[in-house]
């Protein structure tokens, strides 16, 4: 296809590359649309002059249905994130506090923000889980308590005992944001009866993405779902509107390719147990990861250590501030970009940096303490 010159030029030249296998930063899936996908976001475009549903009624429908509870416990977002605004700004007020882990997504501490929150921080248990006993103590004093499973960056997963144990202490009239932004990663073994949960809990909103495992970062579609009477409060959140096109239409296709889903998935994840065994067979320790990402705390505490491996090395990865790395999982190509950046580092410092050894960091030690 030949592209006239002028803006349009310019904008496509700069869109993102779909396939680029060293963008590793924001947790994106690294496959494209699927065609069929694909082909459903080509033909709805042909209806652009028309404005999409005034609330987005058939695809909370859509949504409802596919996860078997009633149109009315779902809401609809522009991406998790919008979801996560609407559950701030209906059920906050300037001034209030809301309760989530430190690290954590960065969006977190940028919403309360925007909705004018204190944000009381909880520092992770050093092998990267929730401290949920401090957070639900905290959550005595807050309007909101967000525990995201798996967890970003760590990709860890609090056990569902563990779950129901801090539901039980959270306060009725504190609203938990149960952030599952990566829950397609998750075994069938590893999930929560998020349906019952939400049942006995009415204060839980469960918050997911078709921005991760189904591929759709850049369309922006989101939802929650929750209890009739948190859902009816949200609802009256939705921005007219507000839910393109081009979000019913990708979402209808996503279910009905889910096998094709769940492929991508699958080797999504061999990535990631690939990547963790090759970097654990040169000590190298990474927390509990069961997303499209890992987390590699700084080796031995020395700050300097991923920025040396990783800055100009290629794969293109998140920095935090206590000297750990997370790592989003790729193709292929990827992950052997990221063992051979190791690899170089390692090769460069012969035995004089802390990842020279195969003991330098010995795989289970406690590696890390966060920063608060
Ligand atoms: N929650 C978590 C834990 C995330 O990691 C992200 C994205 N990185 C989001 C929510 C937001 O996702 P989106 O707005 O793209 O749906």
Same mark, same amino acid.
């Given at each position: 296809m030949s592209i006239p010159a002028g803006a349009l030029t310019d904008v496509v030249e700069t869109l993102p590359d779909a396939r680029d296998p060293l963008a590793l /930063?924001? =947790?994106?899936?690294?496959?494209?649309? %699927?065609?069929?996908?694909?082909?459903?976001?080509?033909? /709805?475009? #042909?209806?652009? =002059?028309?404005?999409?549903?005034? %609330?987005?009624?058939?695809?909370?429908t859509l949504i409802a249905d596919h996860l078997g509870v009633d149109d009315g416990q779902v809401v609809i977002g522009t991406g998790a994130t919008g979801v996560i605004m609407q559950v701030l700004q209906a059920f906050t007020a300037p001034g209030d506090?809301?309760?989530?882990?430190?690290?954590?997504?960065?969006? &977190?501490?940028?919403?309360?923000?925007?909705?004018? %929150?204190? /944000?009381?921080?909880?520092?992770?248990?050093?092998h990267g889980h929730h401290d949920l006993d401090a957070m639900a103590a905290a959550a005595r004093s807050a309007r909101v308590v967000v525990v995201c499973r798996p967890?970003?960056?760590?990709?860890?997963?609090?056990?569902?005992?563990?779950?129901?144990?801090?539901?039980?202490? +959270?306060?009725?009239?504190t609203v938990v944001v149960?952030?599952?932004? &990566?829950?397609?990663?998750l075994g069938a073994g590893e999930r929560l009866d998020t349906r019952g949960l939400v049942q006995q809990y009415p204060n839980v909103v469960v918050v997911r993405t078709f921005s991760k495992a189904y591929g759709l970062a850049g369309l922006r579609?989101?939802? #929650?779902?929750?209890?009739?009477?948190?859902?009816?409060?949200?609802?009256?959140?939705?921005?007219?509107?507000?839910?393109?096109?081009? #979000?019913?239409?990708? +979402?209808?296709?996503?279910?009905?390719?889910?096998?094709?889903?769940?492929?991508?998935?699958r080797i999504i994840t061999a990535q990631r147990r690939l990547l963790s065994a090759r970097l654990r067979a040169v000590g190298i320790y990474s927390t509990d990861a069961?997303?499209? !990402?890992? &987390?590699?705390?700084?080796?031995?505490?020395?700050?300097? +250590?991923?920025?040396?491996? !990783?800055?100009?090395?290629?794969?293109?990865v998140r920095h935090y501030g206590d000297g750990g790395v997370r790592i989003t999982i790729g193709v292929r190509q990827s992950t052997r970009a990221v063992l051979s950046a190791v690899a170089a580092y390692r090769?460069?410092?012969?035995?004089?940096?802390?990842l020279a050894g195969t003991d330098a960091v010995r795989t289970g030690d406690a590696p890390t303490t966060w920063q608060t």
């Open positions: /930063s924001l =947790n994106e899936n690294p496959f494209p649309p %699927l065609p069929s996908v694909h082909s459903a976001l080509v033909a /709805s475009i #042909g209806s652009a =002059n028309r404005y999409p549903e005034f %609330l987005p009624q058939r695809l909370r506090a809301v309760v989530m882990a430190t690290p954590t997504f960065d969006g &977190y501490p940028i919403f309360a923000q925007i909705a004018r %929150l204190r /944000s009381i921080t909880v520092p992770l248990d050093p967890h970003n960056p760590t990709g860890t997963v609090e056990s569902a005992a563990q779950i129901h144990r801090f539901l039980d202490r +959270v306060p009725a009239d149960l952030d599952e932004a &990566y829950v397609e990663f579609i989101g939802y #929650g779902f929750c209890s009739p009477d948190l859902a009816r409060r949200l609802w009256t959140m939705q921005l007219p509107f507000g839910v393109g096109l081009t #979000g019913l239409v990708a +979402v209808a296709a996503c279910y009905d390719a889910e096998d094709e889903m769940r492929q991508r998935i069961h997303a499209n !990402f890992v &987390y590699l705390p700084a080796p031995g505490g020395d700050r300097a +250590v991923w920025r040396q491996v !990783f800055d100009g090395a290629g794969p293109r090769d460069r410092t012969r035995g004089e940096s802390a």
